[in-house]
């Protein structure tokens, strides 16, 4: 069992709707991370956080350690959202990063 | 800062040669690791440098494969000989420390016919 659980694996939206990926870990973390993939492109970092939210334009990250739960939002969606979003787990001390196997996320006009 | 920057973005060699990738890291970080990316195995650590230093390289899958950081500035991925298993995206990317926000090079693209 993957250590890193996302869903939706797909997700296709209309643009202005509002997006919910969701990553789940079984193991206690120092730090998560999600990660956006264009087409062919490189991977940007979205966001570092070990507790509560952070916000950054039309994106939120929540995360509650007890549950073992983040959550990644946009609101507004556009069709430049389209992308694959990973969500990244810090293992304790560790500096291993161990990926979920990503949301392809699909914004149509 | 331009970021980090991989070379080349695209190589496609045959089966048997060496090939050689290359990272330039932001200045300032002291943290380099390689990963590769297989749509079946997704993203992989490949091996972590700290302070020029190979700290973990156990993702590194077997002897054809190694990786130098000889300078804060630079490090290298060299696979030989290639095989067209070896074919994915592998990604370079950089940190202040392991506990920051990691940088990603846009990735070079490794097919091996």
């Known amino acids: 069992k993957n250590e890193v659980e996302q869903s939706p694996q797909n997700l296709t939206a209309q643009e202005g709707e509002f997006i919910t990926i969701n990553c789940s870990y079984s193991v206690g973390i120092s730090a998560l991370h999600w990660l956006q993939q264009h087409p062919g492109g490189g991977i940007v970092s979205l966001f570092m956080l070990s507790s509560g939210k952070k916000k950054h334009g039309r994106l939120i990250a929540t995360i509650n350690i007890q549950e073992k739960h983040s959550s990644l939002h946009i609101t507004a969606s556009h069709p430049r959202d389209s992308a694959v979003y990973i969500c990244a787990v810090l293992l304790g001390s560790n500096y291993k990063l161990t990926f979920g196997k990503g949301t392809l996320l699909t914004v149509n006009p | 800062d331009a970021g980090v920057i991989q070379s080349p973005r695209h190589e496609v060699t045959e089966m048997g040669q060496e090939v050689t990738l290359r990272c330039k890291p932001i200045s300032g970080h002291n943290s380099l690791f390689w990963y590769r990316q297989t749509m079946m195995r997704g993203l992989e650590l490949l091996i972590y440098?700290?302070?020029?230093?190979?700290?973990?390289d156990s993702g590194m899958p077997e002897d054809r494969f190694s990786a130098k950081m000889p300078n804060a500035s630079f490090s290298t991925l060299k696979i030989q000989p290639s095989e067209p298993r070896d074919s994915a995206v592998y990604f370079c990317?950089?940190?202040?420390?392991?506990?920051?926000?990691?940088?990603f090079g846009q990735g070079t693209r490794l097919t091996v016919v």
């Open positions: 440098f700290n302070n020029n230093v190979p700290i973990d």
């Open positions: 990317a950089s940190s202040a420390s392991v506990h920051t926000e990691a940088f």
